[in-house]
């Protein structure tokens, strides 16, 4: 192992700190320490503390060391080129290349107002035959000692503005650098011929860092080293994974291989996504594992949720929702086949061990059917799934003919139909809403002590606004026919009916109330009870 020196000047005073790294057999260094940047910076004190004592410093005669240099001040010496980091590239504005400037002594008078900076010197200025200053923020100096034939065998950047001009000892001067630490890094690793190695622990944040360095420095096969890393190392969470993407894509360019990295996130497979999506729809709706069909139902619902807020073709969206209506329709087949099969008068002398299977079918299809309706009330392509439901007459009709207990989840996803109209979440015509509340409210309510009681997902004041506003939406007559219907029901039942006074008194203002606006009677009414102005 070598040392880095980092001095710091003080009044004439020098505070030395010796960082291990490791040196190549040419004298460089691999892969500096970031703390040598991030505690140097630490290391400047404020100007008025007092000056701090000179460390003894032993380094064994058998290891390297890198020499340590003093920034000059900005106004001692003039510089004789500066090539900006942002804009540089291979074909980039010309560069300057000029030979070392030695540093100037500064009056000892003007000590006080010189800034305080911290310079680093990498490499052994006795065997380099160039010089790289890299001008950073926040005070940072940084002198590379390297090889020219190093640079221009890895960096196209580098041999571009060694061949402009080859002075004695030419010095490339880099000015606003904004990553010194991950150029020094990058510059490091043109010595190093096993780049997996260099980088295998690494983040996947700072090899980003690199591969951007890198691609400015036209370093092609680090660049290729990162994406290799890339391609093999997980990426954690979306805000990683956007980094990574829209870093290789940038790289797309550079004609080097970034479709391994890509197909992480993209296919080449032809096989249309609603053949896949497809296919996970029928995993889930045909499982019979409680516990696993409940965790991907909540899943897919979520993540299709996401999907509704993108952007996307009207055909991709027709054909997923053709999918979901094409699984509905056999939900719902299968669920009159099963009515109708419970619904046979020796059904219920049969053993429990043949009686279980099919209720426990009839549980599962109307489930599946109650978790599609909601994926399409979230796409806002229910009105078809309310036209179905409401002319399942002959499923209505066989409801009354099975136990509460096996029928209840069908009469779950009548209410949620109602739920969605009264929310205005789905739009069907007045001729389906109707026929909706005609065929299903009584069976809803039959079902309603135990709906209450037996299933922990029902919401009674929910499920009664909404079918209280669906109510509501029909002409007038129709109202008060139904009303009148649940008034006798709810007479009987009463909290075992659902509670619907709400739609009842806004039924009764309409029919006895409005009849005054009609005939103008209301006007009167209002002349009467307006206090009369006093003429002046």
């Not at 279980?356 to 059917?369: G, H, I, S, Y």
Request: overall charge neutral.
């Amino acid at each position: 192992m070598a040392e880095i020196r980092v001095r710091k000047v003080e009044q004439g005073q020098t505070k030395i700190r010796n960082v291990p790294i490791a040196v190549t057999p040419e004298g460089f260094w691999c892969c500096p320490s970031p703390n040598v940047f991030q505690k140097s910076l630490k290391t400047q004190n404020p100007l008025n503390k007092p000056k701090s004592p000179v460390p003894t410093t032993q380094t064994p005669a058998h290891k390297k060391q890198t020499s340590v240099t003093e920034k000059r001040p900005a106004s001692a010496a003039p510089k004789s080129g500066i090539v900006s980091d942002e804009k540089r590239g291979v074909s980039s504005d010309t560069p300057v290349v000029s030979a070392s400037v030695p540093a100037e002594r500064t009056p000892r008078s003007k000590v006080e107002n010189v800034p305080r900076k911290v310079s680093i010197e990498f490499g052994e200025p006795g065997t380099s035959d160039l010089r790289v200053i890299l001008l950073g923020k926040q005070g940072f100096t940084v002198k590379l000692n390297v090889h020219k034939s190093i640079l221009v065998e890895n960096s196209s950047y580098f041999a571009n503005k060694i061949s402009e001009q080859q002075p004695v000892f030419p010095c490339i001067e880099i000015d606003d650098c904004e990553d010194v630490e991950i150029y020094v890094e990058t510059v490091g690793l043109m010595y190093c011929k096993e780049f997996k190695q260099r980088l295998i622990k690494q983040s996947v944040s700072r090899v980003l860092r690199i591969i951007k360095v890198a691609e400015q420095l036209g370093f092609k096969s680090c660049m290729q080293s990162c994406l290799e890393y890339l391609e093999a190392v997980p990426w954690v969470g979306e805000e990683e994974e956007e980094k990574v993407v829209s870093s290789v894509l940038r790289l797309q360019s550079e004609g080097i291989g970034v479709t391994p990295v890509l197909k992480r996130v993209s296919s080449d497979i032809s096989k249309p996504h609603k053949d896949t999506f497809s296919h996970i729809l029928e995993l889930v709706l045909k499982s019979n594992e409680e516990r696993g069909r409940r965790e991907m139902k909540s899943i897919v619902l979520k993540l299709l949720r996401e999907n509704n807020s993108l952007p996307s073709s009207s055909d991709s969206v027709d054909s997923y929702n053709e999918i979901i209506y094409g699984s509905c329709r056999s939900c719902l087949d299968s669920v009159l086949s099963l009515f109708k099969q419970a619904a046979e008068p020796e059904f219920s002398n049969n053993s429990i061990d043949c009686r279980e299977p099919v209720v426990k079918q009839m549980v599962l299809e109307a489930d599946n059917l109650s978790w599609m309706l909601e994926i399409l009330t979230d796409r806002q392509a229910a009105d078809e799934f309310a036209v179905t439901w409401a002319s399942q007459q002959e499923l209505a009709s066989l409801h009354t003919k099975l136990p509460i207990v096996s029928r209840h989840h069908v009469s779950c996803i009548t209410a949620r139909l109602f739920v969605g109209i009264g929310r205005g979440e789905l739009l069907p015509s007045k001729e389906t809403r109707n026929l909706l509340l005609q065929t299903w409210l009584q069976p809803l309510i039959n079902d309603y002590s135990w709906l209450q009681h037996g299933c922990r997902s029902f919401d009674r004041k929910v499920v009664e606004e909404g079918i209280g506003r669906t109510i509501l939406t029909l002409p007038l007559e129709e109202q008060q026919s139904i009303l009148l219907s649940w008034l006798g029901s709810f007479l009987k039942a009463g909290d075992n009916c659902p509670n619907l006074q709400r739609a009842f008194e806004v039924w009764w203002r309409r029919t006895f109330v409005r009849p005054y606006a009609e005939s103008g009677n209301i006007r009167q009414l209002d002349h009467l009870m307006t206090p009369k102005m006093t003429e002046h």
